[in-house]
């Protein structure tokens, strides 16, 4: 059956993950921790993520998590029991600190535009939060390219529920079979299975190919290659 509608992840999956966030991530936890160098270090463990060289374990729960689990994670180090308003702040910081960093991985902006060019209807479900997407994309000059931009915060829940997913089709009027979910994690995999929709991985994001393999319809090196597969279905 036709795709008509394409999801896509955004961290790792449009944009480069680790040079946008890497630098972001620094910033944000330095004005967390206010010159305490212990808290920070606390922070940064919490996170798995290494200052110096300003990266993130494979496993760190920055790489797909929602911003509330987020600021769960490094609510104690901070002796902080207002989980959902350090949210607030993070998703707030995180506006100020990302768009000077934020880089489109390699061909992602070309492709979008040439699916777009085809007919297809394009949409966005990350666990950053919506202005924060909408923001980002609006820097990179292709915010008009997407139908629906959703965040962990729009109302569907974050992923790896299917509720973003569900909400794309829902709006568009398309059937599960006729629309992809395409990211990087198994959270995106996961919550394009659980919507019921087509599942496309790409190796641009942390998870490797051995991880991705067998959570998903297909395993591609990059959102480059869709436009040759959507245009061969």
């Not at 330095?30 to 212990?38: A, Y």
């Not at 919506?130 to 959703?150: C, P, R, S, T, Y």
């Not at 992923?159 to 979910?181: D, R, S, Y």
Request: some cysteine; charged content about 20%.
């Amino acid at each position: 059956m036709e795709i008509k509608g394409i999801l896509f992840d955004k961290d790792g999956t449009l944009i480069n993950f680790e040079e946008t966030f890497g630098p972001a991530t620094e910033i944000v936890l330095q004005e967390l921790s206010v010159g305490q160098p212990d808290v920070f270090v606390r922070m940064a463990n919490a996170w798995s993520f290494d200052a110096a060289a300003k990266k993130f374990a494979p496993d760190s729960i920055v790489i797909a998590a929602s911003g509330y689990e987020m600021a769960e994670a490094i609510a104690p180090a901070l002796q902080r029991t207002d989980v959902s308003a350090l949210r607030t702040e993070l998703d707030e910081m995180y506006g100020e600190a990302s768009p000077q960093f934020v880089k489109p991985l390699p061909g992602a902006l070309e492709a979008l535009e040439q699916l777009d060019r085809a007919g297809i209807r394009l949409g966005i479900a990350t666990n950053d939060s919506e202005i924060n997407a909408v923001n980002q994309m609006k820097i990179l000059g292709i915010d008009h390219l997407f139908a629906a931009i959703f965040g962990a915060d729009s109302g569907h829940g974050a992923k790896p529920g299917p509720g973003m997913v569900e909400a794309f089709m829902k709006k568009h009027g398309f059937l599960p079979q006729e629309v992809m979910m395409v990211g990087d994690s198994l959270h995106d995999m996961e919550a394009g299975l659980r919507a019921g929709s087509r599942t496309v991985a790409v190796e641009t994001g942390p998870a490797t190919r051995a991880d991705l393999e067998g959570n998903c319809d297909l395993v591609l090196a990059s959102v480059v290659d869709l436009v040759a597969l959507t245009n061969s279905a």
